[in-house]
């Protein structure tokens, strides 16, 4: 609401400053003698004025939108020659009707020379041939030019500024479109996954896989509910993120190790973008756990300031691995960089070890809420 204010305020400034200036010119060109001058002249001063209005706002609201800026110049350019020569004659023909020049030669032989009451009535001054008019007041057309020029440029500002709001709301619309299809990734790839936990777990150990299945409802009673709004609470993220884990474990073997960290109580409990943590830790449970070898995963989530948030996910490097970690029907972190540079852009940053010194696959993102 206070930016169209704003905008309309610049706006009414602009006008009253560009009437302004054209006013002070057109007071400029008052005959140069001292004493009043002809009401004649300034009713022809405030007719130019009324033109020159006329053929700024034409320029602005019709000319330069529908011939400049629409292909056609060549329109424009004859449309704005006719303006000026219209301008031109309109000024010369008052001038001629109101007696202009012959009232203004009367003021000023009446200011230069004044009558001594000793000798006679002197004659009324009349032009000669050498004072003949010109074709045109060479003051009127550079006015004109300089309304013509001023009315140009502001239509392609405001053709500017429609343009870049133009590009603003396509590009909010492809984020909006693009964040939309991200989830749409994220969801069914996670679901599917532990779907597919839950069901080898029936096979095992029904008591726990009633137990999966209550995370398991509660996890999509979050996506359902908390993911569509666009952002959650931090705690809210963080319990997504324990029931994850939590339902990852239960097909684990005790050789493999999981610690995760978080903070708590959080202070304060900062806005974030639901399930934004969940696929780096999704990706070390893929590739950070064997069947017959040790391995470690270790999940560290910190709140360093009151409106920043880490996350640190390592787990076990296994040789046998393939690097890339996108599957059919994953998502992969490429997608998951995607969606934190559309929604924290320069807020965020993703550093990657793809071997440390404890021989572990290491991801660690930063984040301004």
């Not at 700024?56 to 303006?83: C, E, M, Q, S, T």
Request: hydrophobic share 45%; proline share 8%; with cysteine.
């Amino acid at each position: 609401m206070a930016l169209p204010l704003l905008r309309s305020a610049s706006t009414l400034l602009l006008h009253a400053l560009v009437w302004g200036l054209v006013a002070v010119l057109l007071w400029a060109q008052q005959p140069d003698y001292p004493g009043p001058k002809p009401t004649e002249f300034w009713l022809t001063q405030a007719v130019v004025f009324g033109l020159l209005v006329g053929v700024f706002y034409l320029n602005v609201l019709w000319a330069a939108p529908r011939l400049l800026y629409d292909g056609k110049a060549w329109a424009y350019v004859a449309l704005n020659a006719i303006l000026v020569l219209a301008v031109l004659a309109i000024h010369q023909q008052v001038e001629q009707r109101l007696g202009v020049p012959e009232l203004v030669a009367t003021a000023r032989e009446a200011v230069l020379n004044p009558p001594n009451p000793w000798s006679g009535p002197r004659p009324h001054p009349q032009l000669g041939p050498e004072e003949g008019r010109p074709l045109f007041n060479t003051g009127v057309l550079l006015i004109t030019l300089l309304v013509l020029g001023i009315a140009t440029s502001l239509a392609a500002m405001q053709k500017g500024q429609r343009d870049a709001e133009s590009r603003l709301e396509l590009e909010r619309r492809q984020v909006a479109t693009e964040l939309s299809l991200l989830k749409a990734q994220i969801n069914p790839h996670f679901f599917f996954n532990t779907l597919n936990n839950i069901y080898a777990l029936t096979l095992v150990d029904a008591d726990q896989a009633r137990a999966a299945l209550h995370r398991l409802s509660r996890m999509m009673r979050y996506v359902l509910y908390e993911s569509p709004a666009g952002h959650t609470r931090l705690s809210q993220e963080i319990s997504f993120l324990r029931d994850y884990i939590e339902l990852m474990h239960l097909r684990l073997t005790n050789k493999v190790q999981v610690h995760f960290e978080m903070p708590d109580p959080l202070s304060p409990d900062p806005f974030i973008a639901p399930m934004l943590f969940q696929p780096f830790v999704e990706n070390a449970f893929k590739h950070g756990v064997s069947a017959t070898a040790a391995s470690r995963i270790t999940i560290e989530l910190r709140q360093p300031t009151a409106h920043a948030v880490e996350l640190c996910v390592r787990n076990t490097v296994f040789p046998d691995r393939p690097a890339d970690d996108d599957e059919p029907g994953g998502i992969g972190l490429a997608n998951t960089q995607r969606r934190l540079d559309l929604l924290y852009p320069h807020a965020h940053t993703v550093r990657v070890n793809p071997r440390n010194a404890a021989n572990e696959y290491e991801v660690c993102l930063h984040l301004n809420l």
